[in-house]
């Protein structure tokens, strides 16, 4: 029989690394650095819209009042949320890659003049 506790059992607690606070001390950094970087290459007015709709969007999926539904074209199960007016952020169409690409290939974007709904 062998008495010494193992290793494990004899490390202080406090030298545990904390995973959730380097994660966000590592996103902390990260939109530090977006914040200060996007000072020197400032958005246009349409993808400002873009980026606000896509956040709220993402916001409103992580706590579950968006669902991810299949491709409204294809059907594919692998889809991606777009706006057809980022003025309406919750107005989510989702679409698989290959059609979203092929949408604003063929429609352009939202704010264009020649711009159709998905
Ligand atoms: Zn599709
Ligand atoms: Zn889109």
Redesign the pocket.
Known sequence: MNAEPCFRERLPVERVPDFEQIDADRRAAHAAYMREWRRGHPLSDEARRRDIARSYASVYRRRGLLTREPCRHCGAEETIM??DDYARPLDVVW?CRPC?RR??RDHGRPGEARYVP?
């Open positions: 777009h706006h679409l979203h949408h604003h998905a």
